[in-house]
């Protein structure tokens, strides 16, 4: 028998990491029996509440959230139950899931962040209800500080991405043929470290690419930046006719100097399109290096200065890519999910 499943976040089918998991999970929730309808305020979704959205106009009625998921099995919750983004949606959703089968997939808990520090109402809790987490350090949280034994699942990939176009994808961004170009994934806010990834790309005297937005007020700050590195910068986002393959086939390194993520998925990517990655030292990174990764260091350019010259090592990327394969599959994901979901008897 089929059943119904809603995704719900702040906004979903964007470039960030959490609605790319967000796919994922949709795409492993359809594969397991379910069918599946996403809820947000803001993105190309099935239901759009605009009082979900990161910066709303208002807060969402209880009548409108509770319309969205009407006749809905079960609820994944993708951070809205997390982070106090939008603390007003937060205290809807979660009084209309009370007593209501639901997931909820926590990627950053508010202590994990400085500004969000005081807040002390997320994550709630309810017996209905499952949490999973996307590292073992937020595991270990949740306990010491809440007493929830939360799940730990991974974020997952498709290992066996198709590879992108790196002549076309280079000539729409006007990058010559023998330009060295430095791809660093993200959006601009500041604990992606854009000083930082900057640095790498005037120390190799390679061209900057920052595809995603300004956000979170960073706007002016990334301006200033720009204006003041000798480095020569491209600000094209990856959409439209480029693709996240072609990002990655066009760029020679990844760089990612992030001072906190709540996983981090460029340099799994760069594993699976096999580019070699420059990953800061942030503490989940320590996780994902404890499983063997070959990175390069961000605060040290000599590394990256001879890679660029000479190529990666291709048993590294060979290395890497395996990892990647073993570690974060779409269908380790689809096992993951099979279990939590059997474990609570909500399997079709």
């Given at each position: ?73 079960l609820v994944v919750v993708e951070n809205l139950l997390t982070i106090p983004m939008n603390l007003g949606a937060s205290r809807v959703v979660a009084e209309v899931l009370h007593g209501r089968p639901a997931i909820l997939h926590h990627h950053d808990p508010p202590w994990q962040r400085a500004r969000f520090s005081n807040v002390t109402e997320l ?144 340099p799994i990517e760069a594993a699976i399109y096999e580019r070699p990655a420059a990953v800061g030292g942030y503490p989940v990174a320590d996780e994902l290096r404890a499983l063997g990764f070959r990175w390069l260091p961000t605060d040290d350019p000599e590394p990256l200065i001879a890679v660029l010259a000479h190529g990666a090592d291709p048993g ?33």
């Amino acid at each position: 028998m089929t059943a119904s499943a809603a995704i719900l976040s702040f906004r979903l089918g964007r470039a960030d990491g959490v609605s790319v998991v967000a796919e994922r999970w949709r795409q492993a929730l359809v594969d397991l029996g379910f069918d599946v309808v996403t809820v947000a305020g803001d993105g190309p979704v099935d239901r759009l509440l605009p009082g979900l959205a990161i910066d709303p106009t208002e807060d969402p009625t209880l009548d409108q959230v509770k319309g969205a998921l009407d006749a809905i099995d079960l609820v994944v919750v993708e951070n809205l139950l997390t982070i106090p983004m939008n603390l007003g949606a937060s205290r809807v959703v979660a009084e209309v899931l009370h007593g209501r089968p639901a997931i909820l997939h926590h990627h950053d808990p508010p202590w994990q962040r400085a500004r969000f520090s005081n807040v002390t109402e997320l994550p709630p809790d309810d017996p209905q209800w499952r949490h999973v987490v996307i590292n073992e350090l937020t595991r270990r949280q949740m306990r010491e500080r809440l007493g929830i034994e939360a799940e730990l699942i991974a974020n997952a990939f498709d290992v066996d991405a198709t590879r992108g176009d790196r002549s076309s994808t280079r000539g729409q961004l006007g990058v010559a043929a023998d330009e060295r170009l430095l791809l660093h994934p993200a959006r601009a806010i500041e604990r992606k470290n854009v000083p930082a990834a900057l640095a790498l790309a005037e120390a190799t005297g390679a061209t900057y690419w920052l595809p995603g937005p300004a956000e979170e007020g960073y706007a002016a700050t990334l301006d200033r930046l720009l204006e003041q590195t000798p480095a020569r910068t491209i600000r094209e986002p990856i959409s439209g006719t480029i693709t996240v393959a072609d990002a990655y086939a066009a760029s020679d390194a990844v760089v990612f100097p992030s001072t906190w993520e709540g996983f981090g998925n460029p340099p799994i990517e760069a594993a699976i399109y096999e580019r070699p990655a420059a990953v800061g030292g942030y503490p989940v990174a320590d996780e994902l290096r404890a499983l063997g990764f070959r990175w390069l260091p961000t605060d040290d350019p000599e590394p990256l200065i001879a890679v660029l010259a000479h190529g990666a090592d291709p048993g590294d990327l060979a290395h890497n890519h395996d990892l990647a394969r073993k570690h974060f599959s779409t269908e380790r994901l689809r096992r993951d999910l099979r279990a939590l979901l059997a474990g609570a008897g909500w399997l079709p």
